[in-house]
Every structure is written in C-alpha cells, then in structure tokens.
C-alpha cells in the first residue's frame, strides 16, 4: 500500500490540474448554468411579448368574437383591434408583428394574415384552428342547434391506453415520464463521453510510459500490478472528482436558481421514479467507467508506441458506438428484444440496461442482475489487466494479440 498511494496521487494530480480537465470541467459547469437559467437567457433573446398582432374586419362582431377566441389559445399574446389601413401600414413600418383581416364570404370565413416575414406554422394553425371554431358556431346557429348539440358534434372520442403488465406504474403523468426520458438522455451521454475520454486517457498513459521506456524504472521500486491499479484508481479517481464537481453545480443550481420552477413551467415534474433513475443512472456511469478503463488499460498495455493507441482502441470504440445508437434509437421503444438481448451483454449493460429503467416491463430484479453481470465484469477485466500489464513490461513485439499471447505466458 505505502507503493501504492504515491503512484495513485502522482497521477491524480497530475490529471487534476491539467489545462484540459480544468477547461472542460469548467465548461460543464457554465453549460449546467446556461440550462439552469435557460427562461432567463430565452426572455433576454425573445421580446414576443412586445410584438402586437392586430385584427380588423368590417363586421366589428366577428372582430371582437374572433380577438377573445384567438386571446384564449395564448394568454400572452398582445392583440389589438385596428382598420384594415391602419393595420396594414403598422406592419409595413414594423409597428406591428402581423396583421389578421377576416372576411366572410357567405357562410365562409376567412383570414388573410399579412406579415413583413413568413409566420410559422404553428401560428397559422392556430389562427385556422380558432376562425374554424367561430365558422362551426356560427353554422350551429343558422341550423338552430342548442349549445348541448355543438359540443356533443365538437366533442372528442375518449381513447384511453391501459397496460396489461404485473409492473406498469399508470400513476406515472406524462410530465414525470418526459422528466425521466430527459434523465436518461442525459446519463446515456454522460456515460458515453465519460467513458470514452477516460479510457482514451488510460490507455495512452500507459502505452507512453512503455514506449518511452520509463516504466523499466519504475518497475525496479513499484510492482507491475501495484503500479497499473494504482493508474487506474488514479483515473477513476478523477472522473469521480469531475461527475462530483457537476453534482454539486446541479445541486447549487436547484436551490440557487429555482430549477425546480423551471422544470414544472417546461412541462417536467419531479417524482419519485425520477430519484430512481437518477440512482441507477449514476451507477451504469460508474460501472461503464470501470469496464472502459479496465479494458482500455490492457489495450494500452498490449501497446508499444503511442502513435498506434488511436487504432488500438478502436474495437472498444465501436462497442461504445454501438451501444450509444441502440439506446438512442430504442429511445421512444425500450421494449425491443434486441434492447432486451444487449443489455445483458457486459459492455452494453451500461447505456441499454439504463434505457429499460424507463420500461414498465422491467422490474427492479432485472437492473440488478445488469448490475451484477458488470460487477463481474469490472473485477476479471482488472485481473486481466494486472496480468497483462506484468507479463508485457518487457515485451515490445508487435501487434496485439502476439503481445497478449506472450503477456499470458509470462510468470
């Protein structure tokens, strides 16, 4: 142990206060608070509040029956009522940010909406949605049909889905489940960035150490498997310090900035589950990181010069890739049997098995049994690696599987 520690936290601070982990840890950490005051940067940008939109018709009935309709679909849409000419002009010299004329044409409505720019979509559809409703109404009342009438022909046929499953949780909103969608989005990516960066890192420390030969004399004071764990605690060890110094800018932002408040007005609410998949989203990025550094260390072991790590890791590259698209692309579905298949497959378990805690067909047994076959994993992948490390100190053959071959033949 008394070898152990000083290698440990040579490498650590040496990883610690390097430019690059200070500019990202940072940068992260302004991205957290961008996101947290996101309604403040977007009222800063967005001034829709001040643009006016105004209605004119020649029947002034239409016009005030259409400008409360049309208030009632956005409470903070700024209307006004105006002429046609006086409306017309008012955008043309940006006074105004469009102009409605409604016409009636029989027992047709229209509206000709005018705008120095094109209106979206949206806007259009809504401006249709409302004249449709008046144009219904206003039919309803030349048929002579009550008030009960119009809503039994308005109204909505009621669509309910019910899940048959022994672990479906109905009592889960729809806002609680985009909150955990998002949750997960941002774990699979974390674990994804985290896990190859670190990795990367792992393996290029040790394939520089072997290639500059330095590690012949470090192996005269520290033993081979000594020196290789303590590397790797070393690289785990910041990775926790910059997932922690996140943590803690989330937590800050939470109480600081009322996150919470920002989270309900986006349509997001905070539940219960939530915490569950924050727990398990957590420890798929811890256990993904001990499986990607593990594997890279025996990769950068394998490896005798630095300018050759970059085609070396990627195998392990691609698996990353590989499991990063599955879970994206089974995002809306997590269902799917090959969801179900990889995420028990040790170097998928970390990002898939994460995308299943969203499913109601997946209990709490099966996580666990995702966490266990990668605890597994992480602890002969580190034996792998102290064998490996110590039977190629010495070895500067070429090509991976050769050094492999004799790394195990070693004693």
Sequence with gaps: MNKFLPTFWLTYWKKVSSRSFLFITILLMCVLLALSNIDKIIDFFDHSENEITVISSDNT?????????????????????????????????????????????????????????????????????????????????????????????????DVENKVLSEHNNTSLSDDAKALNTAVVYIGVFLVFFITINYGSQAATDIAMEKSSRVIEM??????????????????????????????????????????????????????????????????????????????????????????????????????????????????????????KITSYIPFFTPMVMLLRTLSTETNDVQIIIGIIICIITVILLLMLAARVYKGSVFSYGKGLIKNFRQALQMK
């Design 61 to 157: 009935q239409l016009q005030e029956t259409f400008l409360k309709a049309y208030q009632q679909t956005d409470k903070n849409l700024n209307l006004k009522k105006s002429s046609y000419t006086a409306g017309k002009k008012g955008v043309e010299d940006d006074k105004y940010q469009r102009l409605i004329h409604l016409t009636e044409a029989g027992d047709m409505l229209k509206a000709d909406v005018l705008t120095k720019k094109a209106a979206g979509e949206n806007d259009l559809s809504s401006i249709q949605s409302t004249l449709s409703a008046l144009q219904s109404s206003r039919a309803a009342q030349s048929l002579d049909l009550s008030p009960a009438d119009v809503s039994k022909l308005n109204a909505q046929a």
């Design 218 to 339: 470090i192996v005269t004071s520290v033993s081979p498997v000594n020196h290789i764990l303590a590397k790797i605690a070393a690289i785990i060890a910041v990775a926790l310090t910059q997932i922690v110094i996140l943590a803690l800018t989330i937590l800050a932002c939470l109480y600081l900035f009322d996150l919470k408040g920002v989270l309900t007005d986006m349509g997001l609410k905070f539940t219960g589950e939530t915490t569950r998949v924050i727990i398990y989203a957590v420890i798929f990025m811890l256990l993904g990181l001990l499986i990607n550094i593990s594997l890279s260390a025996i990769v950068g072991a394998l490896t005798n010069r630095v300018e050759d790590i970059g085609q070396a890791m990627m195998p392990i590259t691609f698996l990353n890739i590989a499991a990063f698209y599955i879970t994206i692309f089974s995002m809306t579905n997590p269902d799917t049997m090959l969801v």
